[in-house]
């Protein structure tokens, strides 16, 4: 993957934030990532944007610039938030950008550990990726997440409406059809069916009012993993799809993991 890199800025982002444009080795798509280098270490966040929204989000989005970035600043960690396709959900041709977003990532910028932290699509695209990739995630956090990428695409089909007519038609674009036309690609990115590969630190949090998102999605995932001593599972009584960003208690569990890195 061939990388031009430059200067990045927007008001109230930090400074240190370059671009990095490239074409995908798979299919020539132009795409970017933003990246700012940690100001100690060699660890790295990983933010994944959510649908509607783009690369740039950890940044131009005040209520998840002010809460999560200045926090990872705080504790001197690399920022990488890649675009990836736009509303991409993950799809096949995704994981492998991703994967070798993360290579440059090591040797232009030194990076080791990668933590990666997101939710709604983000959060999905980082179960999607730990399943295919584990050994590149260091720890997770998925926040209102799907976990069955067929299913929620079933589910926005039964109650069609607003934002949900838009993700299932985005799903499609990326995947290449339906979960009947193309089941081999939705298959190999359900994270339930491959949840034994989820062996790092994980939170899990959905709020039961969700309506974006059902709840159902990560209960059927923390039933998968119901014996595994690594995730820890919150769920918000009532909420919306943006509760887990304030209610999971989600600064203090990474803190109390970064601390064991």
């Avoid at 969700?210 to 159902?216: H, L, Q, R």
Wanted: aromatic share 8%; glycine share 10%.
């Amino acid at each position: 993957m061939k990388i031009v890199t430059e200067a990045w800025d927007y008001p109230d982002a930090p400074s240190g934030v370059e671009k990095l444009s490239y074409k995908s080795d798979q299919d020539g798509m132009k795409d970017w990532a933003l990246a700012r280098r940690p100001d100690k270490g060699s660890t790295w966040v990983v933010h994944l944007h959510g649908h509607g929204s783009s690369g740039d989000q950890i940044y131009t989005r005040a209520d998840i610039r002010d809460l999560w970035l200045s926090h990872y600043l705080r504790l001197g960690f690399g920022v990488l938030s890649p675009n990836l396709r736009g509303n991409a959900w993950m799809c096949p041709e995704a994981v492998v950008d991703l994967h070798l977003l993360l290579d440059v990532t090591r040797r232009e910028y030194g990076g080791r550990t990668f933590y990666f932290v997101s939710g709604s699509m983000g959060g999905t695209g980082n179960l999607m990726y730990a399943t295919a990739h584990p050994e590149d995630v260091a720890l997770l956090v998925a926040l209102c997440p799907v976990t069955d990428i067929a299913s929620y695409h079933e589910w926005c089909r039964s109650y069609p409406g607003g934002v949900r007519d838009e993700i299932r038609a985005a799903i499609e674009s990326a995947y290449g059809g339906s979960p009947d036309q193309v089941p081999k690609r939705y298959a190999g990115h359900c994270a339930i069916r491959h949840a034994d590969r989820l062996t790092m630190p994980l939170l899990l949090a959905h709020a039961t009012g969700d309506a974006t998102i059902p709840v159902e999605q990560s209960r059927r995932l923390r039933q998968r993993l119901s014996s595994a001593s690594n995730m820890t599972y919150v769920e918000i009584e009532g909420g919306n799809h943006d509760s887990p960003l304030h209610g999971s208690g989600m600064l203090k569990w990474l803190d109390q993991n970064f601390q064991r890195k």
